[in-house]
């Protein structure tokens, strides 16, 4: 799977930059990356955001276990891989058919928590068990909501390019095609949104710190990013609290 994001919805975190051995092209140019995507993955079915990125699936040699999944309603998008334990109490929960798969359940999740859900982004994402990782954009709002199980079950890449646009692939090979070296895993049990940036989902009163990350060839890429042990968010109890809502037309979104 494929997405890229301009940097006016998604601005990627500096620590992704290798000052080194930076970004080797532009994604978005000339549809520079979507065409090599395309052209390694023929089944490959692409969403375009227009100027503000998009979004490819293929379902070509993936992992029978963790297997991919895309789904669109409205003006939702998610790219989805791996396998959720719990799938019958969370379709329960958010009223779901029997019918419905792992990114069905992702996009109820986001949808809840975008419309004021009761509970906060963290409290979601603990509930879900597996093996996960998934990549949503919602284009009425603008938004990018990504997250990654909290072992790093499922293997996801994001970097930047050369003009700050945020790549997200499983594939080091395609991000490295535009982002260089400047690219890493994204972090486990961490999620990022458009408007917070990055944030431990399951430890939401800490703080992240980069880390420089080396790849298996030995070379120093970008920082992926770990929990500060012995820090603590200022105001931290408001965010242990949940989102405070402001308005009846605010959701969380904007609050966080």
Known sequence: MLAVFDKSVAKSPEGLKN???GASGSA???SLLLKHFTSVHPDAVSFNQGVYGFMSFSSDKQNPLLPRLFAAVDDVFCLFQGHIENIAPLKQLYGLTKTANEVNIIMEAYRTLRDRGPNPVDHA????KGKFAFIVYD???KC???AVDADGSVPLFWGMDS???LVLSDDTEVVKKVC???FAPFPQGCFFISTGGLQSFEHPLKELKPVLWVDGLG???GSTFVVVEESKKEGSAKVAAGIPRVGSDADWLTQY
Do not use: M, P, W, Y
């Not at 994402?125 to 879900?128: G, M």
């Open 163 to 165: 003009e700050d646009h």
């Open 28 to 30: 978005l140019k000339d």
């Open 19 to 21: 000052s080194q051995s």
């Open 125 to 128: 994402l603990r509930n879900i």
């Open 180 to 182: 260089g070296r400047s």
């Open 139 to 141: 284009s009425s709002s």
């Open 144 to 146: 990018v909501f990504i």
């Open 219 to 221: 070379q120093t890429c």
